[in-house]
């Protein structure tokens, strides 16, 4: 093996620019494997975070049998189960005040009876629950903090207390005063006010020195399975003397997160193959290009082992040292962009990231793949060397024969995986449709050889017109067809980012498209009264009739329609179940409507059914409107009946059309009538109220009317449905400006992986030039020779890129319509423009550097080369 290392060292270092281009290519590869499955699963950790700290819910609560305090080496068993991802514990207790405590008045009725304080450990609490504050209202606690507090707004309204104000509290020190430092939105349940002091000062308050009473913890992962082993494992450890509070694998609010996991774990996997990809064809490009050298080694008398091991001790050479940098460079990148994004994150949807996430399990991956596919791709190039005669391998190619073999067996087998991707689109299945994406890029990555030459016919056209002069357009033609494969390969490249580009693009433009259209139609009404969580409709409180009646008596307010709420199970199978489980119920979000205002002031998008029949349907006996996904995960169509679990016993209900909103899109949800929802589910509160004005209203009044009837019910925010619409949409394009960073990252490690390819194909041809320079080509021929060249294999790539985007992109929107997320798919003409422009720039920036290296090398030298 000595010998196999000797010789791959001296090729390596007397090659020592081709070396570096190889090296970076690994490293670029593993880079955007490494910096992606960092990417995700921080940002997935901290989405969970955000949408279980908006909804007030945690993945598991931990108390003492008795209520009492206990220590907090209780807290450090949590945290060491494997499996949780971050947990906490405070000292929480109420305290019942006084009468008359704040008002001092016996006269009228008490404002506050009851308050909770609660001591965080404030860098533990923020790693587990989002605490934001109102804009403007002071700062969060600080570990340090003493006697500093951070309370509601609804408690600060109640008390006529601002920033700096001080809270007088009876605690076990006798009467404290509190001084208020940060002022948080309003709380969700009124009459739950809570204090919120550092854990050191509530030990303090409460005499109770070095204790805790509750720990509450989230996980890092959304598999069913896993968290029932985490939750068991945490009862192990800590026995029967602690009750436990854990988070409903089926809640709504664990659906969104899986929804959201699987989005992003969509983009891990793509950052993964296009690495594996970028990886494998540039590795392949330079081991083609040796085959001179390995039919001279075998015509001294080296061994077909031999030559495999010359190339397996090279491969593990760079990719050792490629995948070393392009961990430590994935990572800074990561940490960097997570950087970039948290300031905007957090200001729009008050989503923080963490450190950047690394899980031994990326790392054992990125590793096997950095070091074995650059060891299989010159593995199986060698190979392929070794069993050819020196003779053969020394022999010049021949532009024809080279031809002809490249339109046989391979061509042929790329056109049916062509065929074979197109069928599978009519398939429906999500799966079937996943595969269908990678046959259709292998197909183009089969056939792209037998059209390297009549693509570069017609493409050659254009460039002969530009340089018809210099003859050098004509040059650069002959060269792609006259070395196909190597053309292909890195053409290859060049389609992958296209592709990756054009197929984002086009489902971005789709969603944003098909979203706002939802969206318009959802929230267009005039007015809107908004409570403090959207879609998570459990934990608000909603309010009697009394608030609808009172809105209707205003002069100028015209038809006026509500939500209400209530949760339900459908007794039926989820379609995407795993195994042959029989266990049934699928959590539903029920929305109870009227069916004659609702569409008067707002829509829904019909999928099925039609939305004249299907509202009057309403009307009568039980019947619902299924949302897409819930149609989707129970496998629902018009005319089914759904079994609905209820107070009442279970109640059938019938499907009369398939129609979703913005605000619910993610979340299983049905539609029925207020009717029904009293009847079987005992639900008359309004829990969003939308209106509209009558055309001769006085918009001034109306709106004053409004706010004073509104102060009675602090829960609800006012809002014009205009504003609204435009501060959903700008947080909805923000959140798309967030995912377009992700496609950066996804496409320009793969153009430089382009560049690094096509400038090895360059250099490889410096005899070439040599022997054109001989003959009497200027040094400004060679360079425009390269350059046309380095532009027709990039026109190749990009065509077969957007091609290929096209078809993927259409792809996404259609598997986002089979798991429930209709969409109608919008041609991405934005998409389309930027690829071409970005494969044209980098084919002409990869030329650069290697043609005036070429064009300046002396005919001597450039002769001797190899």
């Known amino acids: 093996m000595n010998i196999q290392f000797t010789l791959a060292s001296r090729y390596l270092w007397g090659r020592k620019l081709r070396t570096t281009l190889t090296t970076l290519a690994v490293m670029f590869g593993v880079l955007v494997i490494f910096m992606m499955n960092i990417l995700v699963p921080t940002m997935m950790r901290a989405f969970q975070a955000n949408m279980l700290a908006a909804s007030d819910q945690v993945d598991m609560t931990i108390t003492f049998r008795t209520g009492e305090s206990f220590a907090p080496a209780v807290l450090d068993e949590v945290k060491a189960v494997n499996g949780v991802r971050a947990a906490y514990g405070f000292l929480g207790r109420p305290i019942n005040l006084p009468t008359d405590f704040f008002d001092n008045d016996p006269k009228t009725a008490d404002k506050i009876s009851t308050l909770s304080l609660i001591g965080l450990d404030v860098n533990g609490a923020q790693a587990v629950r989002s605490y934001t504050l109102q804009e403007g209202q002071g700062r969060f606690l600080k570990s340090d903090d003493t006697t500093a507090a951070v309370i509601a707004a609804s408690l600060a309204d109640i008390l006529d207390l601002k920033v700096n104000d001080t809270l007088p509290l009876p605690t076990a020190q006798g009467l404290m005063k509190l001084t208020i430092v940060g002022i948080r939105p309003p709380r969700t349940l009124p009459g739950n006010e809570e204090v919120l002091v550092t854990l050191p000062e509530a030990q303090v308050l409460f005499n109770e020195p070095g204790r805790i009473n509750t720990i509450e913890a989230n996980y890092n992962t959304t598999d069913k399975t896993r968290r029932k082993e985490i939750e068991q494992a945490i009862q192990e450890r800590l026995g029967d003397n602690y009750v436990f509070g854990t988070l409903s694998s089926a809640s709504e609010v664990f659906g969104t997160i899986q929804a ?237 980012a296209m592709a990756i580009i054009v197929a984002l693009g086009g489902m971005s433009t789709s969603i944003q498209q098909g979203f706002l259209g939802i969206l318009k139609k959802s929230l267009g009404s005039d007015y809107l009264f908004i409570p403090p969580a959207i879609s998570v409709w459990q934990n608000n409180v909603g309010a009697n009739a009394t608030l609808v009646q009172r809105l209707r008596q205003i002069e100028g307010v015209g038809p006026v329609s509500t939500f209400r709420y209530a949760t339900t199970i459908a007794d039926v199978k989820p379609v995407f179940s795993k195994g042959s489980s029989s266990k049934k119920g699928i959590t539903v979000s029920l929305l109870g409507i009227d069916p004659v205002a609702f569409p008067q002031v707002s829509g829904l998008q019909f999928d099925a059914g039609e939305s004249g029949t299907a509202f009057a349907e309403l009307e009568g006996t039980r019947t619902l409107i299924a949302n897409p996904i819930l149609a989707a995960a129970a496998g629902l169509k018009v005319g089914d009946l759904v079994p609905l679990i209820t107070p009442e016993g279970t109640q059938e209900y019938r499907v009369v059309a398939v129609a979703g909103d913005f605000m619910n899109a993610k979340i299983n949800t049905a539609y029925i009538s207020q009717t029904n929802l009293a009847a079987d589910f005992h639900k008359t509160d309004d829990i969003f109220i939308q209106l509209n004005l009558t055309p001769d209203a ?158 300046k090398m002396e005919i001597v030298q450039a002769l001797r080369y190899e």
């Open 260 to 496: 959201a996991q699987v989005g992003f774990n969509a983009f891990g996997f793509l950052a993964l193959f296009m690495g594996a990809f970028i990886i494998f064809n540039t590795f392949r490009t330079v081991v083609a290009e040796r085959r001179r050298d390995i039919g001279m080694l075998r015509a001294v008398g080296a061994s077909r082992r031999t030559i495999i091991g010359i190339i397996l001790a090279e491969s593990l050479v760079q990719g050792s040292i490629g995948t070393l940098l392009g961990m430590a460079l994935g990572y800074l990148l990561a940490a960097a962009a997570l950087g970039a994004i948290s300031p905007m994150m957090q200001q729009f949807i008050h989503l923080t990231f963490g450190w950047p996430v690394i899980s031994p399990g990326i790392v054992v991956v990125t590793i096997a793949l950095g070091l074995g596919v650059t060891v299989l791709a010159g593995l199986f190039p060698a190979i392929s060397a070794g069993r050819v005669t020196p003779l053969e391998a020394l022999r010049p190619s021949v532009a024809g024969v080279s031809y002809r073999r490249m339109i046989g067996a391979s061509a042929i087998l790329g056109i049916v995986l062509i065929v074979i991707a197109l069928l599978l689109l009519f398939t429906q299945e999500v799966g079937l449709l996943a595969l269908g994406a990678l046959i259709f890029l292998c197909g183009l990555i089969l056939i792209a050889p037998a059209l390297v030459r009549p693509l570069s016919l017609i493409f050659g056209k254009l460039l002969v017109l530009v340089y018809a002069r210099q003859g050098t357009g004509i040059l650069a033609q002959a060269n792609l067809a006259r070395q196909p494969s190597r053309a292909a390969v890195t053409a290859s490249t060049t389609m992958i």
């Open 698 to 855: 006085n918009a001034v009044k109306v709106a004053a009317a409004m706010k004073a009837i509104r102060q009675d019910y602090p829960q609800f925010t006012l809002i014009e449905g205009d504003a609204y619409y435009k501060q959903m949409s700008s947080l909805f394009r923000v959140a798309f400006s967030a995912i377009f960073i992700l496609y950066v990252f996804l496409a320009v490690p793969s153009l430089i992986a382009m560049l690094n390819t096509l400038a090895i194909s360059v250099i490889e041809r410096t005899r070439e030039i040599g022997m054109l320079r001989a003959v009497g080509a200027t040094r400004q021929q060679i360079r425009r020779m390269v350059l046309a060249e380095a532009l027709l294999m990039a026109a190749f790539g990009t065509a077969f890129g957007l091609l290929a985007g096209l078809y993927l992109g259409y792809l996404l929107v259609g598997a986002m319509d089979v798991v429930g997320f209709p969409l109608a798919y919008f041609f991405p003409a934005v998409g389309l423009l930027a690829a071409i422009v970005i494969g044209l720039l980098f084919g002409a920036l990869a030329a650069i550097i290697p043609s005036r290296q070429a064009a």
